[in-house]
């Protein structure tokens, strides 16, 4: 089993629709949680970061984290063609250097 | 803030040349630099962890010879890959983790190519 699970997608969304991006883990110690998004041919841009639980919100997206579920959400409002780019989910413990990553999921918004 | 470059942003070499990549970390000081290789349609392959003034900390089937890492400065590790062969042409990707920061933040990638 990996680490970390992500759904690869393609999820294909029309303009304007609010998106869901998941994953879920399995090692309890994981304590802070990131998404990045990579947009084709570009390195990963840091989009959200989190510590333990709750929610966090950055203008139109907004990270969940649940450690009871070991599970972790990306939300995008009122979604834009600009946003189409495949999202990463990564973590990590109290040992910074070791982080893990999901497959990335590839998100579609069609204008 | 927390930018990270790369250069070259790609690379086109003969088999077996040597070519080396830069990454630097331009606003802050990274006492731990990533380097990731990643190919087409595919996630991050972490292929090794360099810490400022010791060596790097090769991950499972990296061949640390080939590919020598370098990390001289708290904003600078650098990625020689030795003798290229085609079958090392990929997107190299770079990061750095901020001191006192739980997170890494990533260069734009270089892209090589080995004829």
């Known amino acids: 089993q990996k680490e970390v699970e992500q759904d690869p997608g393609p999820l294909s969304v029309p303009e304007g629709a609010i998106v869901s991006l998941n994953c879920t883990y399995s090692n309890s110690a994981f304590q802070y949680f990131m998404w990045y998004r990579q947009y084709s041919r570009k390195g990963p841009e840091l989009l959200m970061y989190?510590?333990?639980?709750g929610n966090k919100e950055d203008g139109r997206f907004t990270a969940q984290v649940d450690k009871s579920s070991k599970y972790i959400s990306l939300f995008i409002r009122d979604s834009q063609p600009s946003d189409s780019a495949t999202y990463l989910c990564?973590?990590?413990?109290?040992?910074?250097?070791?982080?893990?990553f999901g497959s990335g999921t590839k998100l579609n918004v069609k204008p | 803030g927390a930018v990270v470059s790369q250069h070259p942003s790609w690379v086109i070499c003969k088999s077996g040349t040597s070519v080396k990549i830069e990454c630097r970390s331009l606003?802050?000081?990274?006492?731990?630099m990533f380097w990731y290789r990643q190919f087409p349609k595919q996630s991050l392959m972490l292929m090794a962890t360099s810490n400022e003034g010791s060596k790097a900390t090769y991950e499972q089937g990296v061949e640390k010879d080939k590919f020598l890492i370098n990390h001289a400065s708290l904003t600078l590790s650098t990625l020689t890959v030795t003798s290229a062969h085609p079958e090392d042409s990929s997107f190299y990707i770079c990061s750095a983790r901020p001191r006192i920061q739980e997170t890494q933040y990533f260069g734009p990638g270089t892209r090589l190519l080995v004829l």
């Open positions: 989190t510590y333990s639980s």
């Open positions: 606003d802050f000081q990274a006492t731990t």
């Open positions: 990564a973590m990590s413990a109290n040992n910074f250097n070791k982080f893990y």
